[in-house]
Nanobody, 118 residues
Framework: QVQLVESGGGSVEPGGSLKLSCAASGLIFSFYTMGWYRQAPGKQRELVASIRSGGSTVYVDSVKDRFTISRHNAKNTVLLQMNNLKPEDTAVYFC????????????WGQGTQVTVAS
């Protein structure tokens, strides 16, 4: 059974930082592209950043130069370091695992709330 467990969300003032962590189990981690998505109230879920097993990354334009995604294949974890947070970053952040071999193997964590406000 695949499980993705996020941690590290919370409330922070604008300009602050948070680090999200996602621990994966029940899968062969190196066979998955890992990603962080977010969903704000009334908006569609959007990709924030993703990282392939080899380390190549993709970021949505709005977080480039502020967020950094990384993964530790030996520990089955993926991190999202978020710096210079803005109120528009407020959302529920979800960890995602997409198999590079089988399209239907697409898993989600339960989500963690990030709130940026004065």
């Amino acid at each position: 059974q695949v499980q993705l467990v996020e941690s590290g969300g919370g409330s922070v003032e604008p300009g602050g930082s948070l680090k999200l962590s996602c621990a994966a189990s029940g899968l062969i981690f190196s066979f998955y592209t890992m990603g962080w998505y977010r969903q704000a109230p009334g908006k569609q879920r959007e990709l924030v950043a993703s990282i392939r097993s080899g380390g190549s990354t993709v970021y949505v334009d709005s977080v480039k130069d502020r967020f950094t995604i990384s993964r530790h294949n030996a520990k089955n974890t993926v991190l999202l370091q978020m710096n210079n947070l803005k109120p528009e970053d407020t959302a529920v952040y979800f960890c995602n695992a997409k198999s590079v071999l089988t399209a239907q193997n697409d898993y989600w964590g339960q989500g963690t709330q990030v709130t940026v406000a004065s």
